[in-house]
């Protein structure tokens, strides 16, 4: 018979989403969602990381350089650019600590919050959206997969009963055309022999007749199963596809909420589109084109070249000295002076009738702390005034460039002076009027600050108002451009010139230009 076939080798799987239990790499797919969130806030991270240590390297480059350019050789302008590499620097830092913060705030955050509302865990540690959709396309295919098995049944059943239908063929074929006898043997057969030959051969015959029934209703039944799982694969198709449809839904929208998020890193990671990148290489090249040569030289050569002021030689009077001695370095607690050297601060002359000492128009250097005296370094005897004769002495100790940078000297108790300030300020000035002392020194001094050293300067822009509260102090509005001429001392402050005019300002109330 033309149906006999194999078994094993009538059915190959096809590994089709429609057999039982296939639909499972589907609901798999809910799982792999859940991880892929966490991969994805997981490569998010990282890169922040990246851009967070690339911005402390920028940074601490930048710190190293400032303090090595600080105390190298270089000046002036050129020196300004050599900076204007590091500013870059320094704002690069801020640009990409900016790119960092906002892929954890923005895209990080958006992720977990999306994850922790699209995907729920049970007790049991199983997403319930999973289960949810396994259930229903258990409940889909359940009837299905019922016929599905009663159609391998019955296949099975069918096959078996051809099988006996060939071996009781076979047997039978071979009962009547037995020459297991030679023809002298067969005459001499008696008939109980024959009778027990024809009985065998009726019995093969009847075993496959009844083979020949199994095969006959086993191919029926066959043949109905197929018609019935047929009938019902139109339902089943359908209930399958609705099931399906629901976790495509699910699925479309992970995919398209991972587009955006990609695209939200793309709009964190693309800096040409920050408006302050442009900003920063327009103020680089415009610190670097500020770099003048001509300026630099020729404020060399009034600092520290031939343009340079010199005290020349000149023929001197002698006169009579009367020395003052202060001590050197602090005094100890209690008052008392520590041991050790006396230094020669000035001299003047000695007469008959001294003049009465008034300490006035003696202020403090503004280099210091303003409104108190500083608490450390010499006392220094600047000048008495009075009587007949008027002598403005002059200090025995060379001049350093610390005592360039000072703007005023005075006579003052550095101990004393921590809570009491210059007591000369305020309260010997009216004594000091009513001994006549006249305000051309104070004049003088002024003078000498705001003297303007014509040497080049480095422009700064003001980032705050700023109003001077002494004459030597410039004032200036935000956004004003000014000239730097020296960089900022131990107490912040720097000398500048404003239209002309030279004075202090605080160093954090600028920046460079």
């Known amino acids: 018979m033309s149906h006999h076939s194999d078994e094993n080798a009538i059915y190959a799987s096809t590994d089709s989403f429609w057999e039982v239990g296939n639909y499972k790499r589907t609901t798999k797919r809910v799982e792999d969602g859940n991880r892929l969130c966490d991969d994805l806030m997981k490569l998010i991270s990282e890169r922040a990381e990246i851009e967070k240590m690339y911005a402390k390297s920028l940074k601490e480059w930048a710190k190293k350089w400032t303090n090595i350019i600080e105390k190298g050789p270089e000046y002036g302008t050129t020196e300004a650019a050599w900076k204007g590499v590091l500013i870059e620097a320094e704002q690069r830092c801020e640009l990409h600590t900016h790119v960092k913060e906002n892929l954890i705030n923005n895209v990080h955050c958006s992720i977990k919050q999306w994850q922790r509302d699209n995907y729920h865990k049970s007790m049991m540690g199983q997403l319930k959206e999973k289960r949810d959709i396994e259930e229903m396309f258990k409940k889909a295919q359940k009837p299905w997969a019922k016929m599905f098995e009663r159609v391998n049944k019955c296949r099975a059943d069918y096959h078996n009963a051809c099988k006996s239908e060939r071996s009781a063929q076979n047997q039978e074929r071979n009962a009547g055309g037995d020459s297991s006898l030679s023809p002298d043997q067969e005459v001499k057969k008696s008939s109980i022999v024959v009778m027990h030959n024809n009985m065998k051969v009726k019995k093969l015959q009847d075993r496959v007749t009844k083979a020949k029934e199994e095969v006959a209703k086993g191919k029926e039944k ?43 890193t793309h709009k964190c990671l693309n800096i040409s589109n920050d408006p302050s990148l442009p900003r920063i290489y327009e103020e680089f090249h415009h610190t670097v084109a500020n770099a003048d040569y001509e300026k630099d030289l020729k404020w060399w050569s009034n600092n520290h070249g031939v343009n340079m002021p010199m005290n020349w030689p000149a023929f001197e009077e002698y006169s009579e000295e009367f ?109 000091s009027q009513n001994n006549g002392v006249s305000g051309d020194d104070d004049e003088w001094d002024y003078v000498e600050r705001t003297y303007d050293p014509n040497k080049p300067g480095v422009p700064v822009r003001a980032l705050y108002d700023y109003e001077g509260v002494e004459a030597d102090e410039l004032s200036f509005k935000v956004g004003d451009v000014f000239d730097k001429l020296e960089d900022e001392d131990e107490q912040g402050w720097c000398m500048g010139r404003k239209d002309g005019h030279v004075g202090l300002y605080p160093a954090n109330y600028v920046e460079f230009a």
Not at 230 to 258: C, G, H, W
Not at 326 to 355: C, F, H, M, W, Y
Not at 406 to 419: G, K, M, V
């Open 222 to 264: 066959y043949e109905h199963s197929l018609r019935e799982i047929s009938d019902y694969n139109p339902k089943y198709i359908e209930e399958m596809t609705y099931v399906f449809d629901k976790a495509q839904e699910s699925e479309s929208k992970r995919l398209v909420f991972f587009k955006e998020m990609l695209f939200a």
């Open 323 to 431: 020395r003052d001695i202060s001590s050197k370095g602090r005094r100890l607690a209690g008052g008392q002076i520590p041991e050790g050297a006396i230094t020669l601060l000035n001299q003047r002359t000695v007469g008959e009738d001294l003049p009465e000492y008034t300490p006035d128009l003696h202020r403090i250097s503004k280099k210091g702390v303003k409104g108190a005296v500083s608490g450390g370094g010499d006392v220094t005897l600047t000048g008495v005034k009075g009587g007949p004769a008027n002598h403005t002495t002059t200090s025995a100790q060379p001049a350093s460039k610390s005592a360039d940078n000072n703007r005023h000297s005075a006579i003052s108790d550095p101990q004393d002076s921590q809570e009491a300030g210059n007591p000369f300020d305020e309260e010997e000035e009216p004594q």
